[in-house]
């Protein structure tokens, strides 16, 4: 199965594709991260990329286009996967039709993950990231067992770059005019499904879940 994620900055896309792919062993495909990595590995694509998210901008089509063609051809990609944060606009949707129809494959469903904006400042700036692996904690709803520390690798969490009022204020404003207008594209071919993600994290986890298990 194949699924993308849609949703505001902070409405919890990463939190739970993270517990979906481990849960039910898919693969995640989030541009947001595979964006990060390039900029930690300081490539030419990542100096161009950290411009542009510095300030909350999109990243050009092509790039993350690409970089979605290449993970869905990956052998972990074949059994099924999440997309986070891509498709987010109308044309990247297009063009992902054209891909999973160039490689014989389908998606099962596209979840809108609805929240309020004013939910969204509160989940941002309590929010640590352990970069290496895009993992995301909340230093009140989700925090790690060791403060500041990563649960797995033991190693430290930090703040976003992105994560800082301004920028927030512009991811929040191009959600809403370039991402928004893509629910209908996706309502219009039967596959979009709205959850309620301003629910705590066990109540959304429980919604994707029962999204996953319906149909085939
Ligand atoms: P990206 O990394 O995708 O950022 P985003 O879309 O702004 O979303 P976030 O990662 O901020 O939020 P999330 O929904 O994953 O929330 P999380 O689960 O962490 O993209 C970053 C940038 O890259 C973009 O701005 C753009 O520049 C570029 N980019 C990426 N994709 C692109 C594309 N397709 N085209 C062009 N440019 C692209 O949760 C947030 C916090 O809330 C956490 O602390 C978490 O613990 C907590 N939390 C989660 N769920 C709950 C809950 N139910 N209750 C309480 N707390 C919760
Ligand atoms: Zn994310």
Known sequence: KRLVFIGAPGAGKGTHSYKLQNTFCLCQISTGDLLRNEIRAGTLLGKQAKTIMEKGGLVPNEIVINMV????????????????????????????????????????????????????????????????????????????????????????????????????????ENFHSQTKPMLEYYEKQGLLVTINAQASITNVWRQIKDVFKSGK
């Open 69 to 172: 063609k290449n993970s869905l051809m990956k052998p972990d990609c074949a059994k099924g996967a999440i997309l986070d944060g891509f498709p987010r606009t109308i044309q990247q949707a297009q063009k992902f039709d054209e891909i999973l129809k160039s490689e014989g494959l389908s998606l099962f469903k596209a979840i809108y993950f609805k929240i309020d904006d004013e939910v969204i400042l509160e989940r941002l700036g309590g929010r640590l990231v352990h970069l290496p692996s895009g993992r995301s904690y909340h230093t009140k709803y989700n925090p790690p067992k060791i403060h500041g520390k990563d649960d797995i690798t033991g190693e430290d969490l930090s703040q976003r770059p992105d994560d800082v009022p301004q920028t927030i204020k512009t991811r929040l």
